[in-house]
């Protein structure tokens, strides 16, 4: 099984549209969570983090449920430069990252 | 501040060459990373230093060796090229808090045939 896992999609919705991802974990030691964003061909840039029971930054927010060991992140009023891939990430005390998949978003006209 | 930057940005090898991936970051960051994403996949960590002339490996290290004689610079060197290592390398620093968030450089498009 792996540690992070992600639904790789892709998630085809038109602008201004709502979308949620989710991402479960299996280490329940992981100590924090990040959603980077990758776009084609490109490194990956942190989007977000996540801590305790989650934030918001604008249109997206992230939320941290630890009894269910999941993740979301939610976009509201899609864009069209929101396509990219979205790697759900799960950080250790000892400054590892664990990457999930990623799932990738597609906004469309 | 250029970050983390990564040299080449592509390169063709063939099978049993070798070659150094050179990683380079100005911020003073003391942890530093190799990973390697095959199409479609996420980041697997091939090896990692926790400080100059610290090293250890990570996920996938074989086929792979890295050194670290300064905080700012992390090689990556792979002996003998296989088709297997045909991969994005990214290297990626962060510093030492309780986020730990990593910075990423640009990347190294690997192809070996």
């Known amino acids: 099984r792996k540690e992070v896992e992600q639904d790789p999609g892709p998630f085809n919705v038109p602008e201004g549209a709502t979308v949620a991802f989710n991402c479960t974990y299996s280490n329940s030691a992981s100590q924090s969570f990040f959603w980077y964003r990758q776009d084609c061909r490109k490194e990956p840039k942190l989007l977000m983090s996540?801590?305790?029971s989650g934030n918001e930054d604008g249109r997206f927010t992230a939320q941290l449920n630890r009894a269910s060991q999941y993740i979301s992140l939610l976009i509201r009023d899609s864009k069209l430069s929101d396509s990219a891939t979205y790697l759900c990430?799960?950080?250790?005390?000892?400054?590892?990252?664990?990457f999930g998949g990623g799932t990738r978003l597609m906004v469309k006209p | 501040n250029a970050g983390v930057t990564q040299t080449p940005k592509f390169r063709i090898l063939k099978i049993g060459q070798s070659m150094t991936l050179q990683c380079t970051q100005d911020m003073n960051h003391n942890y530093m990373y190799w990973y390697r994403q095959d199409p479609g996949m996420g980041l697997k960590l091939i090896y990692y230093?926790?400080?100059?002339?610290?090293?250890d490996k990570g996920e996938v290290p074989n086929g792979y060796n890295v050194s670290r004689s300064t905080t700012e610079d992390f090689p990556l060197r792979l002996e003998l090229a296989a088709p297997s290592q045909t991969s994005v390398y990214f290297c990626?620093?962060?510093?030492?808090?309780?986020?730990?968030?990593?910075?990423f450089g640009p990347g190294t498009r690997l192809t070996v045939t």
């Open positions: 230093s926790v400080g100059a002339g610290i090293t």
């Open positions: 996540v801590y305790s």
């Open positions: 990626a620093s962060s510093k030492i808090d309780r986020y730990h968030e990593q910075y």
């Open positions: 990430v799960g950080g250790d005390a000892g400054n590892m990252l664990t």
